[in-house]
């Protein structure tokens, strides 16, 4: 009996072995070679990045199954990409539905319920001639698809900058934006919080968030705001900007920790985001003009860190 339940359990091992693998995989293996662990690997080489480009600020749906990102070629503006996986095959990458006809769009951004997508726009409002600054605009998911992009309105419409925009799940927004007069160096990390279904007020946030560094910009906040990852240059850095997470502890944000050596380099690092399942850190890195999207498995890296905290 023990023998017959021996050679019953044994393919059953081996089944649940091979099921863990597979679903370790995803979608976003499809358009690369290796799967991530602790060293970034470049994010779809040949198709998403490519030569002889900037690519940065990725961002997907909630079932991956949709991904948009920035683009940057030599001479030209930056222009947002979109793919999509239909019977298993990524589409070749091509401009989103929205591109602009005047100005240009960057930093996409699809919400952790998967029904609105955000982008920053330099595109003119729908009651102006020309552009007034760099704006964030949206569509809704609706049965039919994405619905026409437009601006977000007040208080937002009223600032010159808004960029990189993230959504928690509960709706409220990060972003880096400044005040009036502001140089481009001095703008930081603000957000607005979704009061009744409404934003009433832009603020910059206080405490460890903005206290150091300069260049403080591309907060990605995970969808139960338990963290916020942006990067910013500081002299204690590995080069350029780096990227940097603060933990949320009962409402107070954490001072920022480097992600260290593995994922900053003397190059830049910015514009991070997680995929929608946690599993995977998605960045930009680069020099001026060039870089490309790498990938990584964040889990160790915030378990690290979080550990690192903990023992201190």
């Not at 991956?64 to 990409?81: G, H, L, S, V």
């Not at 995970?222 to 940097?244: C, K, N, Q, T, V």
């Amino acid at each position: 009996m023990k023998q017959t339940q021996y050679f019953i359990i044994l393919p059953l091992l081996a089944f649940l072995i091979s099921s863990c693998q597979e679903s370790e995989k995803s979608s976003l293996t499809l358009l690369s070679d290796h799967i991530p662990k602790d060293k970034p690997l470049v994010f779809g080489p040949g198709v998403v990045s490519i030569k002889e480009a900037k690519d940065f600020a990725i961002t997907f749906s909630p079932e991956m199954d949709e991904m948009y990102f920035t683009r940057r070629k030599p001479e030209e503006d930056n222009e947002i990409y979109a793919m999509k996986l239909t019977d298993g095959e990524w589409s070749k990458p091509k401009s989103a539905f929205f591109t602009a006809t005047e100005g240009w769009d960057f930093e996409p951004h699809i919400n952790p319920k998967g029904d609105k997508l955000y982008f920053g726009s330099l595109r003119p409002l729908n009651d102006t001639i020309g552009s007034t600054g760099l704006h964030q605009w949206y569509s809704k998911k609706t049965v039919n698809g994405w619905s026409k992009p437009k601006p977000l309105e007040k208080p937002f419409v009223d600032r010159s900058v808004i960029m990189y925009l993230t959504s928690s799940e509960n709706g409220n927004l990060y972003f880096t934006t400044g005040e009036k007069g502001d140089k481009p160096e001095d703008w930081v990390i603000y957000n607005s919080i979704r009061e009744d279904g409404q934003y009433k007020s832009i603020k910059r946030m206080e405490g460890e968030i903005n206290a150091s560094g300069k260049l403080i910009a591309h907060s990605f906040i995970a969808p139960d705001e338990s963290y916020l990852i942006y990067d910013f240059e500081h002299e204690s850095g590995y080069g350029e900007s780096d990227l940097y997470i603060s933990f949320n502890k009962d409402g107070a944000w954490s001072k920022p920790f480097n992600l260290g050596p593995e994922i900053n380099t003397d190059q830049t690092e910015m514009t991070a985001s997680v995929s929608p399942d946690g599993k995977y850190l998605f960045f930009h890195r680069g020099i001026d003009d060039d870089g490309d999207i790498y990938w990584v498995d964040f889990r160790p890296i915030k378990e690290k860190i979080e550990k690192n905290i903990g023992a201190n």
